[in-house]
């Protein structure tokens, strides 16, 4: 479904990825960790375009992404949805609002219908009763799960977590959990960025440790669990970075 | 040669190949996007009545001291000639070729172009325009060209306005300080003002519009990281739309001259 190969990324004369692949197969929750500034949120970025590889490929469903244009890739951004680590509500809009947002741009529904299936929406994450209120009036758990349920308005076939759980208390973290996992169970592949252990554990399927630029290590959730010895444990228990 | 580099100098030379880069890049996407897909209405009517009701006031104070003081000084200065009979004809050609259209832009470059550049960049900030990317449409078309249209249409609207005005408060200094008669204040004026002074001025302001609303936005949208940039890309949309109005209106003000002498 989704393939990277020798993805290669600097900004400016900082190299942040020199040679990154990795792939996540269909259905599959793949977790993707790694210190802070590793350069995961720019993995993931890349992933809908919204930043151009150096060099090396970005296949989703067989089509390289990294070559096409803005207008190209609107199709792609229907398929692959992008969850914003800080939520990226339009601040200018009500809840209501910025889940209308994709359906009036992509759909041809009509005002009611439209409706319902926010209000649904709404009330699937626990936010029922919130459309009329401004993104800057609702709490950081309500902002995460505002941009996730916006996200899903289109139904995409993949999502990109990203940090979906930072930040939260232990009872929204659950709630999120529940989703992702919610979500898999439908056939929903996703890649999954997060610091927070439990909850990789608890949802992914496999895992990549990216640390220098590169993959440093990819394996099934068993494999990291039982690992007692390796970088990434001491990556998990603070040791290294 | 580190030294040479970093010389104010070369660096200035360096943003201005920058700058004109960048508005030359964003100017191309406006206009290929603008005749391409959905178009948004409603978006551009809620800016052009932000663009209006922002400048609005400002504008109507501008319009009423310039034209006043204007009558005031032409006034007094011909009073001596006794050439005061003149001053409805000089208040009004001057305000309707140059103080009308560039003092409007001025204002609007302050307010408007703040604004923009402001909004654009907190929306960068907080990643709302790679929100609408990620949502699979266009800050070009969203974002920048309802702006720059509304601008367009909203601009010759209000140096339209701001002419009027400006007209009546040289008309109310004329007949308090100056004792000339209203009816012959306004029929010196509808004598002697010919269409060609008035669409002169009226021309240039979509000229400034553009001066404006390009330049604002592309500052907005080249703000990076933090909440600092955003004041600097506000700062830098007024200085360069003021000058960019400044500046353009002399060489507007010859190309209107020449295309006067070919008709
Ligand atoms: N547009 C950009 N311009 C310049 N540098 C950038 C840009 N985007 C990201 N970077 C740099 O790339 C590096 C990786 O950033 P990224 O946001 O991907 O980190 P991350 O792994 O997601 O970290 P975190 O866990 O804190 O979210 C950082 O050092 C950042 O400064
Ligand atoms: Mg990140």
């Known amino acids: 479904m989704i393939e990277v190969k020798n993805f290669r990324k600097s900004f ?9 692949s990795f792939n996540v197969k269909k259905g599959e929750c793949m977790g993707l960790i790694g210190g802070s500034g590793a350069g995961k949120s720019v993995i993931l970025r890349s992933l809908i375009g919204l930043e151009k590889p150096d060099s090396g490929e970005i296949l989703i469903d067989g089509e390289n992404i990294a070559k096409l244009r803005e207008n190209q890739l609107v199709s792609i951004r229907k398929k692959v949805a992008y969850v914003f680590q800080g939520g990226a509500l339009f601040d200018s809009m009500t809840v209501f609002e910025n889940l209308a947002y994709p359906l009036k741009e992509h759909t041809q529904l009509n005002e009611s219908e439209m409706r319902s299936m926010i209000i649904t929406q709404l009330g699937e994450f626990g936010l029922a009763n919130s459309e009329h209120l401004f993104p800057g009036n609702l709490s950081g758990g309500m902002q995460k799960r505002v941009g ?3 996200a899903l308005m289109m139904h995409p076939q993949v999502v990109l977590y990203d940090e979906p759980t930072a930040g939260l208390d232990p009872y929204n973290t659950k709630k999120i959990q529940e989703h992702i996992l919610k979500l898999k169970a439908q056939g929903m592949t996703s890649i999954l960025v997060t610091h927070d252990m439990p909850t990789a554990f608890a949802v992914c399927d496999r895992m990549c440790f990216l640390l220098h630029g590169k993959i440093e290590f990819q394996g099934k959730v068993e494999e990291i669990q039982e690992d007692k010895t390796g970088i990434v444990h001491k990556f998990i228990n603070g040791e290294e970075h | 040669m580190e030294l040479i580099l970093n010389s104010p100098l070369i ?5 201005m190949v920058y700058f004109f880069g960048g508005i030359g890049v964003l100017s191309y996407q406006i206009i290929r996007d603008l005749f391409k897909g959905p178009f948004y209405w409603r978006l551009t009517l809620d800016q052009v009545f932000h663009v209006g009701n922002r400048s609005l006031p400002l504008i109507v104070i501008t319009a009423i001291s310039t034209g006043m003081v204007m009558s005031l000084q032409f006034g007094l200065g011909l009073e001596k000639f006794g050439g005061k009979l003149y001053v409805p004809k000089l208040v009004s050609i001057t305000v309707l070729r140059e103080m009308g259209p560039v003092f409007t832009s001025l204002m609007v470059a302050a307010r408007v172009g703040a604004g923009f550049a402001s909004e654009i960049g907190s929306m960068v900030v907080t990643q709302q325009i790679d929100a609408i990317r990620a949502l699979g449409t266009s800050p070009i078309k969203k974002i920048v060209i309802p702006r720059v249209l509304a601008t367009f249409i909203s601009l010759p609207i209000l140096v339209a306005l701001s002419n009027l005005i400006s007209n009546f408060g040289g008309l109310l200094v004329g007949y308090s300080e100056l004792k000339l008669d209203p009816n012959f204040y306004i029929l010196k004026i509808l004598t002697t ?15 400034f519009a553009i001066f404006i609303a390009v330049p604002s936005c592309y500052f907005g949208l080249t703000v990076k990281n ?3 940039e955003v004041g600097i890309a506000t700062t830098k949309a007024v200085v360069v739309s003021s000058i960019l109005v400044l500046v353009g209106d002399f060489f507007l003000s010859k190309l209107f001259w020449i295309l006067e002498k070919m008709t």
Do not use: C, P, Q, W
């Open chain 2, 11 to 15: 660096l200035f030379f360096h943003e």
């Open chain 1, 12 to 20: 400016g004369k900082k190299l942040i990825h020199a040679d990154v």
């Open chain 1, 148 to 150: 996730l349920a916006r």
């Open chain 2, 193 to 207: 003002v010919t269409l060609t002074d008035y669409f002169s001025g009226f021309g240039k302001s979509f000229f």
């Open chain 2, 226 to 228: 933090g909440t600092k």
